[in-house]
Structure formats: C-alpha cells, structure tokens
C-alpha cells in the first residue's frame, strides 16, 4: 500500500505561482510513473500533468503546457507540480497519483494509488 500526502495548495492572485509537493510512503517510488489531476467544482476529474517513473517521459493537458512542469526527486520520494501564471481557471482540488503505468500516461484509470488532494484557488 502507497499513501500520497500533497500539500503546497492555497490561495494565491492570478499571474501568481504555486508549487505542489506529492509525497510517498514507499521507498520504491521511484518505480511508479506519477500524474496530477485537478477537480473544479461541478466538472470531472481531469488530467494535468504526468511523469513516468524514471522522468524520461513527461506528459501535459493542453491547458498547462507551458506554465506547469512536473518533476520528481525518488531519492525524496517525492513529486512536484510547478504552476506559474496561474489564472481563474486553474481553480480546483489538486491530487497527486501513482502507478505502474505503461503507454500513456494521461488516464486516471491507470492509477492504483491517489493522494487525497489540495486545494489550489486562483483570484481573479
């Protein structure tokens, strides 16, 4: 069993940034591809950013390229979401997930551990 603890979230002005930390219980994080996905109030889930377990491979929904750069350290166990110019719309629950995920890493359905989220608020 992998627990995810996110944290980092909060309220910040529009242009600003935020920087989400993902960490794991288990020191065999680093054999996990990890992704981030976000939750608006009455939307779906849906995906922000991914990479795989080694970061050779790095994955972005079309809203965030550009802005957002996800990362990891396994030696910390950890992952990272760097958010700049951060607008309104960006507004949502936060989690951070986990897998052995082969091919893309875009579903969420391919995630076996999820973290409990954060949220991020973004003022206009």
């Known amino acids: 069993q992998v627990q995810l603890v996110e944290s980092g979230g909060g309220l910040v002005q529009a242009g600003g940034s935020l920087r989400l930390s993902c960490a794991a219980s288990t020191r065999t994080f680093g054999s996990y591809s990890m992704g981030w996905f976000r939750q608006a109030p009455g939307k779906e889930r849906e995906f922000v950013a991914a990479i795989s377990w080694r970061g050779g491979m790095l994955n972005y929904a079309d809203s965030v390229k550009g802005r957002f750069t996800v990362s990891r350290d396994n030696a910390k166990n950890t992952g990272y979401l760097q958010m700049n110019s951060l607008t309104p719309e960006d507004t949502a629950v936060y989690s951070c997930?986990?897998?052995?995920?082969?091919?893309?890493?875009?579903?969420?359905?391919?995630?076996?551990?999820w973290g409990q989220g954060t949220q991020v608020t973004v003022s206009s």
């Open positions: 997930a986990a897998g052995l995920v082969t091919g893309t890493l875009n579903r969420a359905d391919k995630y076996v551990y």
